[in-house]
Nanobody
Framework: QVQLVESGGGLVQAGGSLRLSCAASGRTRSTYVMGWFSQPPGKEREFVAAISKSGGTTSYADSVKGRFTISRDNAKNTAYLQMTSLKPDDTAVYYC????????????????WGQGTQVTVSS
């Protein structure tokens, strides 16, 4: 079992930045693909970004390319999502996820999920 805990969410003005963190604990001797998903109010959960086990490969949703950066520090068992140029449409609960397969955009690839952290972007 792996436990994931997100932090770093909050209220920010449009154009601002936030950095989300996802700390993993438990069976962290195995390395996992890490992903970030968002769920805007009243909408389905959607893919934001993912990073491979080594950190050498990343994938982003078109809506965040050039604005968000996913990274990881395997020594600290932590993944990050640096969010810049935030827009009101980025308002959502952001979830961290971990998976044992390949890097991908489908939520079904990720077996472990955090509880989510709220990001609110005001106009």
């Amino acid at each position: 079992q792996v436990q994931l805990v997100e932090s770093g969410g909050g209220l920010v003005q449009a154009g601002g930045s936030l950095r989300l963190s996802c700390a993993a604990s438990g069976r962290t001797r195995s390395t996992y693909v890490m992903g970030w998903f968002s769920q805007p109010p009243g909408k389905e959960r959607e893919f934001v970004a993912a990073i491979s086990k080594s950190g050498g490969t990343t994938s982003y949703a078109d809506s965040v390319k050039g604005r968000f950066t996913i990274s990881r520090d395997n020594a600290k068992n932590t993944a990050y999502l640096q969010m810049t140029s935030l827009k009101p449409d980025d308002t959502a609960v952001y979830y961290c996820a971990a998976g044992t397969g390949g890097i991908g955009r489908s939520s079904s690839l990720y077996g472990y999920w955090g509880q989510g952290t709220q990001v609110t972007v005001s106009s």
